[in-house]
């Protein structure tokens, strides 16, 4: 069956550092991938899209790579913030309709001053 | 500003009651969507719209249905509801047009059914 798999443990880093969130996904061929940022209690927001033939793409701060041959997605924070705080979900794309998107269950990040 | 608006934002019930939730969005998307999110889940979507009058399944529908008889709304209602239906229930929209496919999201409503 088709999986996505987020870190389920928290991540604690010091402020600047660079923050990086793994998704891995099997029994997929995606078109493209996303990234979302869920703060408590509210729901998710927009974050960055990759596709399937794009290696990176950065926006800001923010980075993220797609590589199809080890199914996996790295999504990088630099100069981390404690404002970054927050949960971040990635989200596949799927067959059988457009906007379809499988989500992961997100990890968790938390910036230390 | 547009925005996608969810009602109620917490709701208690009973097993066995029909409970109806409330999505609008005023982006005038044609695409809508319903997930729930459960500790440890990813969002896992419900039900799906791409236009009115077109509604389909998505990949946990049982016990859920939703009708578009609008662009704007997208109502989920649970026949009966179970206490596995606790939850919190997001709607989402996509615009047809846009190269990103991004969804912008309501803010939740949290359901408790004992």
């Known amino acids: 069956s088709q999986k996505i798999e987020q870190n389920s443990e928290a991540l604690n880093i010091q402020e600047g550092k660079t923050a990086t969130l793994t998704c891995n996904y099997t029994?997929?061929?995606?078109?493209?991938l996303q990234w979302y940022r869920q703060d408590p209690g509210r729901g998710p927001v927009f974050l960055l899209l990759i596709r399937e033939n794009e290696k990176e793409k950065r926006k800001e701060r923010l980075k993220v790579t797609f590589d199809t041959t080890l199914k996996q997605s790295l999504f990088h924070i630099t100069a981390s913030q404690p404002a970054d705080s927050a949960t971040y979900l990635c989200?596949?794309?799927?067959?059988?309709?457009?906007?379809?998107?499988?989500f992961g269950a997100g990890t968790r990040l938390a910036v230390h001053p | 500003d547009a925005e996608i608006t969810q009602s109620p934002r917490h709701k208690i019930t009973e097993t066995g009651r029909q409970v109806t939730l409330a999505c609008h969005q005023t982006w005038n998307h044609n695409n809508m969507f319903w997930y729930r999110q459960d500790l440890g889940h990813g969002l896992r979507l419900i039900h799906y719209?791409?236009?009115?009058?077109?509604?389909n399944k998505g990949e946990v529908s049982d016990g859920y249905s939703v009708s578009r008889s609008n662009t704007e709304d997208l109502p989920l209602t649970l026949e009966s509801a179970a206490s596995s239906q606790t939850s919190v229930y997001f709607c989402a929209s996509s615009d047809l047009q846009t190269n990103t496919g991004e969804l912008f999201f309501g803010e939740g409503s949290r359901l408790t059914v004992l």
């Open positions: 029994n997929y061929s995606p078109a493209y």
């Open positions: 989200a596949l794309s799927i067959s059988g309709g457009y906007n379809k998107l499988i």
């Open positions: 719209s791409y236009g009115v009058q077109d509604t």
